[in-house]
């Protein structure tokens, strides 16, 4: 896909208003551009996002960008770095806080974005949506997914790592496995820098 195509594609997006029933209406926040190295599929924006229209504009976000080890101006520059929600508008809220994305937003925009971000060489996988669309052999269970991303590469063009989704409400699965912080890390950064060099 041709830049100026891929710049009409995100017109759309950030157009679309399929979801007119979402609570707090459809506001649509992505960031990409053809040049883009890294692409961090996460789940939805959140209330606080949904209200800056930036992407990851809350304590997740700074989490992200620290275990990536990028700093903001990186983390927000399209031509670096792609932010492509399983969803792109806040969903709203359930019990058990967030509701997932909905699948609407992904099979209608998803595949033809993803045809326009040819020069990716590392996607980040943020929690089990982001798993089931780019991964769907990925194991069951979360941790073992994180720890085969991380110890073989996965995917055919670039390669892929899942993490959990750095939300504060993931402090107890982080704090079960402390390997993460000390064997994931470091390699996921060292990625990171190879990949937006």
């Not at 759309?12 to 209406?25: S, Y």
């Not at 939805?44 to 504009?57: E, L, M």
């Not at 769907?136 to 995917?155: I, N, Q």
């Amino acid at each position: 896909m041709k830049p100026l195509a891929l710049d009409a594609l995100l017109q759309q997006v950030r157009a679309c208003t399929r979801c007119t029933d979402l609570p707090a209406g459809p506001r649509p926040v992505l960031q990409a551009d053809v040049r883009a190295r890294i692409l961090i599929a996460g789940q939805a924006p959140g209330r606080r996002v949904h209200a800056s229209g930036i992407p990851f504009d809350d304590p997740s976000g700074e989490r992200l960008r620290d275990w990536l080890g990028l700093d903001r101006e990186t983390f927000y520059d399209p031509a670096r770095v792609a932010l492509l929600p399983m969803g792109f508008c806040y969903p709203g809220t359930g019990p058990h806080g967030d509701l997932p994305p909905r699948p609407l937003c992904a099979s209608t925009w998803r595949a033809r974005l993803l045809d326009g971000l040819r020069q990716v060489r590392l996607t980040v996988l943020l929690g089990q949506h982001a798993l089931a669309w780019h991964w769907p052999d990925a194991p069951r269970a979360l941790a073992d997914a994180v720890r085969l991303s991380h110890a073989t590469v996965v995917g055919g063009g670039s390669p892929l790592m899942a993490l959990p989704h750095p939300s504060p409400r993931n402090n107890r699965w982080l704090a079960q496995h402390p390997w993460f912080a000390a064997e994931v890390l470091p390699m996921l950064r060292q990625r990171v820098a190879q990949a937006v060099a």
